[in-house]
């Protein structure tokens, strides 16, 4: 009878937890067939009280919110105040209007320089007289080594804005845009840039019928594929419209677009150089004299920026500078993968060893995570958000980033009461983030689901999440 008692009293507390807690169940029906869910709800506190959970230690792909975990590793490594610095630097001397030496450039992997910080640099090299360089322009890119682009990236994405390579020189977002003018049916389209765009860009489009029943037609799709030296060649078909198609196209080669932009910024201030230009990977030891810099804006102001806009660039670019940071050595994808999980176990204590983090924007389809993981992250990011702030950087339902028009979340009750960061690729759509009580207090949900696939012909292909949602988590609202 004794052992009766010991036994019962030992699961109350479990049993006392489930009775209150939300069954999932129920809402799994509403979406599709072979749709595979995981969710997790927790209070937010130090005893923190499960609402709701569904098969939340399985691993997914976290697609976007994948940032949640580079934005605190970031935090506890970089801090709110980091900036990336780009330096113009030399091992020469200036003299009679002259850098008698190599004029160095050493790139940060700052996602946000610009070619108008790009002018004021070499209008600062003017100041101090420099009319002429004696010597070579070396571009010192060695922060980052290895591959520019990361494991599990779709190869069809490459050539995609969102997917620009967050090399060590990054300007503009590594980003271009091209426009495409259908013609008449059975002509060519017509493809144009801007003039001071330094990418070649070619091909042969042709113009079909709008709603063609040929199955030529059909199965004809506009594609680009990439040569070297930012070479881009557009094939397949366009349908016909008085339209133009605004594209949007990733910088592959970093190097050879700054290096053309940086000579034609030369030649209009009117500065000249003796040597060649190249790019140098290698760490280097030499003493070197500063001749200008640029400081991109302070930490929190670009995760700000990642978290509410979903900016792969900026995740990726902050991804690698957590590698070469905490191991002081050249970032790669590897070292920054095995930083994020070392900093956030020495400064947060949560283990995240069996996880796989290829990357820091979550576009790799050999990310994994679980739930219960991304769980531990939300709450210690609310336990120390009086320092951190991130919750604050996360978009707000109705109001900002990639939840301003989620039809879930973009009406009442739901609207600025969410904060969260949404996550997709094909076949997954997550969520990780809080729900704001009217007392103030958060409570803490993830959700990931994998496997996706619309089951309805006539109705948008994210319809039965977008109910899904707003059903379920009407139970979390006061």
């Not at 630097?89 to 200036?94: A, D, F, P, S």
């Not at 605004?246 to 290096?259: H, M, Q, R, T």
């Not at 039809?407 to 600025?416: H, L, T, V, Y």
């Not at 696939?453 to 999440?465: F, G, L, T, V």
């Amino acid at each position: 009878m004794i052992k009766f008692r010991v036994i019962i009293f030992f699961f109350l507390p479990l049993f006392s937890g489930l009775l209150h807690a939300q069954s999932v169940e129920p809402y799994v029906s509403s979406l599709p067939k072979g749709s595979d869910l995981s969710i997790l709800i927790q209070s937010v506190g130090s005893n923190p009280k499960t609402l709701a959970k569904y098969k939340s230690d399985q691993f997914k792909q976290p697609a976007s919110t994948q940032k949640v975990i580079t934005a605190l590793a970031a935090e506890l490594e970089l801090g709110s105040d980091f900036r990336f610095i780009t330096r113009m630097q030399t091992n020469g001397t200036v003299s009679n209007r002259q850098l008698n030496g190599d004029l160095i450039i050493q790139f940060s992997g700052d996602p946000t320089f610009t070619r108008a910080q790009l002018k004021n640099m070499i209008a600062e090299l003017r100041q101090k007289g420099i009319e002429k360089i004696a010597g070579n322009v070396i571009l010192d890119t060695s922060i980052f080594t290895s591959h520019d682009k990361a494991q599990g990236w779709s190869w069809n994405n490459l050539t995609a804005c969102y997917n620009a390579p967050p090399s060590a020189v990054i300007i503009d977002d590594n980003c271009f845009y091209a426009t495409l003018t259908p013609g008449k049916v059975g002509a060519k389209a017509s493809i144009s840039k801007s003039s001071n765009i330094p990418v070649v860009v070619t091909g042969d489009v042709k113009t079909i019928a709008k709603n063609s029943k040929n199955l030529n037609d059909k199965y004809c799709e506009l594609d680009v594929s990439y040569l070297d030296k930012n070479r881009y060649y557009l094939s397949g078909c366009i349908a016909s419209s008085s339209d133009k198609t605004p594209l949007k196209f990733a910088v592959i080669d970093g190097v050879e677009y700054f290096s053309t932009i940086f000579k034609n910024e030369l030649k209009q201030q009117k500065i000249t150089y003796t040597g060649s230009l190249f790019e140098r990977n290698q760490r280097t030891s030499e003493q070197l004299s500063l001749l200008a810099s640029n400081q991109s804006a302070p930490l929190s102001e670009l995760l700000t920026v990642m978290l509410k806009k979903s900016n792969n660039l900026y995740a990726d670019a902050i991804f690698r500078t957590l590698g070469a940071h905490y191991y002081n050595v050249q970032g790669t994808w590897r070292n920054g993968g095995d930083a994020v999980k070392q900093i956030l176990r020495k400064k947060a204590g949560i283990n995240l060893e069996n996880l796989v983090i290829a990357d820091g924007s979550g576009l790799s389809r050999l990310n994994l995570v679980s739930a219960d993981k991304l769980m531990e992250i939300l709450q210690y990011i609310a336990a120390h958000n009086t320092q951190l702030r991130i919750i604050e950087m996360l978009p707000i339902a109705g109001i900002d980033g990639t939840l301003q028009n989620r039809k879930s979340f973009n009406q009442a009750p739901f609207k600025e009461t969410i904060r969260a960061k949404t996550g997709y690729i094909q076949g997954c759509y997550n969520l990780a983030g809080f729900i704001q009580k009217s007392d103030g207090r958060y409570v803490a949900f993830v959700q990931l689901i994998s496997g996706y696939h619309a089951d309805r012909q006539n109705e948008p292909k994210n319809s039965a999440i977008m109910r899904f949602e707003s059903e379920f988590y009407k139970n979390f609202i006061n």
